[in-house]
């Protein structure tokens, strides 16, 4: 289903830079001798996905694995991305809010909303009070991984402080984050451990396990 999600966000992920380059920085990597090599016998398009990571979106059909375990009955994301956890809410007909702070995300969205009914507000969700739902299911950035147009790194220190001040704010009756081991270790401090772990069967040149992490408060 990713092809729902490219119609509308595509052309920002690649203004995106992943591990330190967009798809538009071919000219920067092209001598390279294993991008040179890979291009043998792929596009430059399959040679950044699978050596950057072209920022790809979170699959919609993943979140029906929480969608369909959980059953909320209203969904925040205060980070909602590239559009597929808001996607899969309206094809199960819950309600869903979003917000993301990336500024070429305000156009998509308008695009999204239309379509698919769903609720978005462009801002940080750090300054304001989160809505009363009885999920939070997101994916926080991951440290400097993806860096946006009008965005700027942080330091690990002030990384590490951000998730613990983002884990404060979840206090909904289910929290359900997909983050990496690292952020999780960091999220434990507020949270405690999880009560459940959803494997997501993707993989980062088969080394890399990603799972959705679920916390109740019931």
Same mark, same amino acid.
């Given at each position: 289903?990713? #092809?729902?999600?490219?119609?509308? +966000?595509? /052309? @920002?992920?690649?203004?995106?830079?992943?591990?330190?380059?967009?798809?538009?920085?071919?000219?920067?990597?092209?001598? /390279?001798?294993?991008?040179?090599?890979?291009? *043998?016998? %792929?596009? #430059? /398009?399959?040679?950044?996905?699978?050596?950057? !990571? +072209?920022?790809?979106?979170?699959? &919609?059909?993943?979140?029906?694995? @929480?969608?369909?375990?959980?059953?909320?009955?209203?969904?925040?994301?205060?980070?909602?991305? #590239?559009?597929?956890?808001?996607? !899969?809410?309206?094809?199960?007909?819950?309600?869903?809010?979003?917000?993301?702070?990336?500024?070429?995300?305000?156009?998509?969205?308008? !695009? &999204?909303? /239309?379509?698919?009914?769903?609720?978005?507000?462009?801002?940080?969700?750090? %300054? &304001?009070?989160?809505?009363?739902?009885?999920?939070?299911?997101?994916?926080?950035?991951?440290?400097?991984?993806?860096?946006?147009?009008?965005?700027?790194?942080?330091?690990?220190?002030? #990384?590490?402080?951000?998730?613990?001040?983002?884990?404060?704010?979840?206090?909904?009756?289910? @929290?359900?984050?997909?983050?990496?081991?690292?952020?999780?270790?960091?999220?434990?401090?507020?949270?405690?451990?999880?009560?459940?772990?959803?494997?997501?069967?993707? %993989?980062?040149? !088969?080394? =890399?396990?990603?799972? &959705? =992490?679920?916390?109740?408060? *019931?």
């Amino acid at each position: 289903m990713n #092809w729902i999600i490219d119609s509308y +966000t595509e /052309k @920002v992920r690649h203004n995106t830079k992943c591990k330190g380059y967009s798809f538009h920085d071919y000219q920067l990597v092209k001598d /390279k001798d294993y991008v040179k090599n890979y291009l *043998i016998n %792929h596009s #430059w /398009k399959q040679c950044h996905e699978f050596y950057f !990571g +072209t920022c790809k979106p979170f699959r &919609i059909e993943h979140s029906f694995l @929480v969608y369909e375990k959980y059953l909320p009955k209203s969904v925040f994301d205060p980070c909602a991305g #590239w559009g597929g956890r808001g996607i !899969g809410a309206s094809m199960m007909h819950i309600p869903y809010y979003g917000m993301d702070m990336n500024p070429e995300l305000v156009e998509p969205y308008e !695009g &999204i909303c /239309k379509d698919w009914g769903i609720h978005f507000e462009f801002g940080d969700c750090m %300054h &304001i009070e989160w809505p009363d739902t009885e999920m939070i299911f997101t994916s926080p950035p991951y440290f400097n991984k993806e860096i946006y147009i009008g965005s700027e790194k942080k330091s690990k220190k002030q #990384w590490r402080q951000w998730y613990v001040d983002f884990a404060k704010k979840c206090n909904h009756k289910f @929290v359900c984050l997909n983050v990496n081991e690292e952020i999780y270790t960091i999220l434990v401090t507020v949270l405690g451990e999880c009560v459940d772990r959803i494997h997501l069967p993707i %993989h980062a040149r !088969g080394k =890399y396990l990603e799972y &959705i =992490y679920i916390w109740t408060n *019931i």
